[in-house]
């Protein structure tokens, strides 16, 4: 067994892989742990493109806090927000004002710890360890309180998290939550593993398979949060109340990319689609 390094919390599992590790090690963190680089092969061999698509989410999420900044959105609420590597939230918005106000969300012990140690000393940003399906309970917490004006807009991120939320813990109801204290101009941000393939499949295969796909994505192998794959409509859906802005939901690598000919990761082999809404 591993050695637990200094900043991590003494009592996490380390027999289970996490989301946030497995994706730590995608992105060429140093944040994950034996079963974490296990569950992180498997997949490689099922998808060869996961690390590109996990890189690709990423930049996107980038791209996502820049266009915000120029919409003139100065506060942001990063659901879900990961074991933070290079180009974090704070850090791009910081750059184009180090005013900006920046809450990071995550449910994983380990990311939270990691966040903590990074954020130590910075100003307007913060973490809290929460769970975002219950949105009332994260919404109360005093950090938010403290940093966010619900009164001016607010950009919610939830990228590359949403698939690891189940129908049954009503996603509609928590961006409702979400809608429900936050300001016109306000925006929400959303990036989802997809698979073209399922969803070509048809409509009464689709619902069958799509119970099943988490477990098709990821073999034998589960992490702590089994992936749950949406049709492009319910996507879509996720977004009422949130007006989508162009170009609407798209593959990562085709929202708004720095250069128009130049998106990065091949969108065929694309996993991850992305939108983004702004409350009217
Ligand atoms: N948003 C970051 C990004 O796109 O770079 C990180 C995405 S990572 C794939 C997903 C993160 O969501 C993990 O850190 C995981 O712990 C977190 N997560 C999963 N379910 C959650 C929940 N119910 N509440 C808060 N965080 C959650």
Do not use: C
Request: hydrophobic share 40%; proline share 8%; glycine share 8%.
């Amino acid at each position: 067994m591993e050695e637990l390094p200094d900043w991590a919390p003494r009592n996490i599992d380390l027999t289970t892989p996490s989301a946030a590790r497995v994706y730590d090690y995608f992105l060429g963190g140093a944040h994950n742990f034996a079963p974490d680089r296990e569950m992180a092969r498997r997949i490689l061999d099922l998808h060869p493109s996961a690390e590109a698509n996990a890189q690709a989410n990423r930049a996107f999420l980038h791209r996502a806090v820049r266009y915000l900044l120029d919409q003139g959105v100065r506060q942001f609420v990063d659901l879900g927000s990961g074991i933070p590597t290079v180009g974090n939230v704070h850090e791009v918005a910081h750059r184009e004002d180090p005013q900006a106000k920046v809450v990071y969300v995550d449910i994983d012990p380990i990311a939270v710890a990691h966040s903590e140690l990074i954020l130590h000393g910075v100003h307007n940003a913060t973490v809290i360890n929460a769970d975002l399906r219950r949105p009332k309970e994260v919404l109360a917490r005093p950090e938010l309180a403290e940093l966010i004006d619900f009164s001016e807009p607010v950009g919610f991120l939830m990228v590359a998290v949403l698939h690891f939320v189940p129908e049954s813990d009503h996603p509609d109801q928590i961006i409702a939550e979400l809608g429900s204290v936050a300001a016109p101009g306000s925006h929400l941000v959303i990036s989802h593993g997809y698979d073209a393939r399922l969803e070509a499949a048809g409509p009464d295969q689709l619902s069958r398979r799509l119970a099943g796909a988490g477990q098709k994505v990821l073999g034998e192998y589960r992490t702590a949060d089994p992936i749950v794959l949406r049709t492009r409509s319910r996507l879509e859906e996720l977004f009422t109340g949130w007006p989508m802005v162009e170009p609407g939901l798209v593959w990562v690598p085709e929202w708004h990319p720095d250069w128009p000919d130049e998106v990065g990761v091949d969108p065929s082999s694309s996993y991850v689609v992305a939108g983004m809404g702004r409350k009217e």
